[in-house]
């Protein structure tokens, strides 16, 4: 079975651009979430969807949203890009809410 | 205030030298504890869930174990192949928010 997958895997931007990251869920899985990985750090929460409604939000400024669609896949968008903003972003897709979430590879963005 | 202190931050062992790493945590009320292997620029690798005091898990050399307050991943006759970063999680309390660890950064040499 096919895994996590996330498109496109690099992405470089500059500053004030708008950036669409998108993710496809394991068959099945009904929650995605989205993840902001800076160099030596863990995964930092930024969304969480389960049957196409937010059910939870970190703490990332109004430029950051997200939507999950009918057959479960997401996109993170993020608006007015910072130089702070360049780091590894991960969907991960469970089947429900607080079960084992499994991630993608990443999309590596660099915001110049 | 909810916290995931992994320990130590970095560990080299020689092949075949056992060794464990430290997940400590501090939420209320744990519902599961998650343990992930993560490769440079590639996204985490699930290992375990853990969700009570006293579950313990094993694959191949890789043991997870978890107490009402830590959590530790034991690691028996390490191979290079397990070179990796080592990160732990809990959802924060009343909350879906997963919480990450910085992580260990485990060098196997051979």
């Known amino acids: 079975d096919a895994g996590v997958t996330q498109s496109p895997t690099h992405l470089i931007k500059t500053r004030g651009q708008h950036v669409t990251l998108r993710c496809s869920p394991i068959s099945g899985h009904k929650s995605v979430s989205w993840y902001q990985q800076v160099l030596g750090q863990g995964p930092q929460f930024i969304f969480q969807y389960y049957e196409k409604e937010e059910r939870g939000r970190g703490n990332f400024p109004d430029r950051f949203s997200a939507r999950q669609f009918p057959n479960y896949s997401s996109e993170l968008n993020v608006n007015a890009l910072l130089l702070g903003d360049s780091a590894l972003y991960l969907c991960a897709s469970s089947w429900r809410v607080l079960e084992t979430q499994y991630f993608g590879p990443g999309t590596r963005l660099l915001v110049l | ?110």
């Open chain 2, 1 to 110: 205030e909810d916290q995931v202190t992994q320990s130590p931050e970095a560990l080299r062992l020689q092949e075949g030298e056992s060794s464990s790493l430290n997940c400590s945590y501090t939420v209320s009320g744990l519902r599961g504890l998650f343990w992930y292997r993560q490769d440079p620029g590639k996204g985490p690798e699930f290992l375990f869930t853990l969700y009570s005091a006293g579950e313990e898990k094993e694959k191949e050399r890789l043991k997870a174990t978890l107490t009402k307050k830590e959590s530790f991943l034991h690691i028996t006759a390490p191979k290079p192949e397990d070179s990796a970063t080592y990160l732990c999680a809990v959802p924060r309390s009343a909350t879906n928010k997963l919480i990450f660890g910085t992580g260990t950064l485990l060098a196997v040499q051979p």
